[in-house]
């Protein structure tokens, strides 16, 4: 498989004097990687990064091109879902008009493809019924809202979706709910992935590789199967005890 995304040699550093140092890995095309690690280690700093909302020094190759230095070359191809399901969502607009937004920017339809059928047949996908459409974001319960949220990134085709702590605002019913959508995503679609998150046992099931990081910089790498079940760091170790996971 193709690398989607290459980060090489990524280094930042914040007026707080806490720095990013030498980040490296690979996103391959439908793989999904996970980047772990507690609050402040620099997970959602990466995540800026990568779409443009922070500066930084290196090299970040999306689909060859280094966006780092050509930001405008990403044009919709990487989408992320933000963290919270309430303030994500603009309350002034229906769902329609939040999903359609990016659609007509990107310019997605070709000539002649209806719209609404369209839509509908992403909120399907996504486990939405087209009522929801017509609705404001504050009539939707949190996983709605959080559906939706990947139904507007879905909606443009990209080719790598970040995920940053989708899962922490919602319940634990809610959040099993939300995993099974993206295996059902993963499975169905050409879509690479990279999940952030504090709770290593969250993303077990749907992760191919996992990234932890700590204190800015990544200190073990490799399959899930070969970070659960042989991992080399004591602060892994600490990781996945914290979340019940039994090292085999």
């Known amino acids: 498989m193709k690398e989607v995304l290459s980060i090489r040699n990524l280094n930042?550093?914040?007026e707080s004097g806490f720095k990013l140092k030498d980040i490296n890995f690979d996103i391959k095309e439908g793989e999904v990687v996970s980047l772990i690690g507690e609050s402040g280690s620099g997970k959602t700093s990466i995540s800026k990064i990568i779409v443009g909302l922070l500066k930084?020094?290196?090299?970040?190759l999306f689909k060859g091109i280094d966006i780092l230095e050509n930001p405008k070359k990403i044009n919709?191809?990487?989408?992320?879902?933000?963290?919270?399901p309430y303030s994500s969502l603009n309350p002034k607009y229906k769902i329609k008009d939040i999903i359609l937004e990016g659609i007509i920017y990107q310019?997605?339809?070709?000539?002649?493809?209806n719209i609404d059928e369209y839509l509908i047949n992403i909120l399907n996908e996504v486990g939405l019924d087209k009522e929801v459409l017509n609705k404001y974001p504050h009539e939707l319960s949190g996983g709605q809202r959080q559906r939706v949220g990947i139904a507007r990134a879905?909606?443009?085709?990209?080719?790598?979706?970040i995920?940053?702590?989708?899962?922490?605002?919602?319940?634990?019913?809610?959040?099993?709910?939300?995993?099974?959508?993206f295996q059902k995503l993963k499975e169905n679609k050409k879509i690479s992935y990279l999940f952030i998150s504090h709770d290593i046992n969250v993303v077990k099931k749907i992760s191919d590789r996992l990234l932890i990081i700590k204190d800015g910089e990544i200190?073990?790498?490799g399959s899930k199967e070969k970070i659960f079940s042989k991992p080399e760091k004591e602060y892994?170790?600490?990781?996945?005890?914290?979340?019940g996971i039994k090292i085999f």
């Open 76 to 84: 919709g191809k990487i989408q992320m879902i933000f963290q919270s």
């Open 56 to 60: 930084a020094e290196g090299q970040i």
């Open 12 to 14: 930042k550093t914040f």
């Open 219 to 221: 200190i073990e790498s």
């Open 154 to 161: 879905v909606a443009v085709k990209p080719d790598l979706i």
């Open 163 to 181: 995920a940053d702590e989708i899962l922490t605002a919602l319940d634990a019913l809610t959040q099993i709910q939300i995993l099974e959508l």
């Open 107 to 113: 310019k997605v339809l070709k000539k002649g493809e």
């Open 236 to 243: 892994t170790k600490k990781l996945i005890e914290i979340s």
